[in-house]
């Protein structure tokens, strides 16, 4: 499955060398980490919209969305997929109440 992430990473870091007036994804990047964030924050709300909603095919959409905008934050940022993996990698067979007190410290 993590396979198409690195896919998708792989187009991310292509597209920053691409014209922002020919590509989605370079136009974000011309516009800066203020317009990531703000595309993030609208697939965030969409997601929670069709989770109110209950229509299991919308919230797949909309959070592809959530997950491929967050993925263009990661590019801008320097990171992949590979960092959000290994962190819940970390986290696995951790309790929820464990990993949040060691954040804490």
């Known amino acids: 499955m993590s396979d ?17 007036d020919k590509s989605y994804v370079a136009s974000l990047y011309a516009k800066g980490l203020d317009t990531i964030l703000k595309k993030i924050g609208e697939e965030a709300a969409e997601t929670i919209i069709a989770g109110k909603g209950g229509d299991n095919q919308q919230i797949i959409y909309e959070t592809a969305d959530l997950w491929f905008h967050c993925m263009i934050l990661l590019a801008n940022q320097g990171l992949g997929p590979e960092d959000v993996l290994s962190e819940l990698q970390r986290r696995f067979g951790l309790s929820g109440l464990d990993e949040k007190s060691q954040r804490s410290s």
């Open 4 to 20: 198409i992430l690195q896919q998708l990473a792989q187009v991310l870091e292509q597209r920053k060398l691409e014209s922002a």
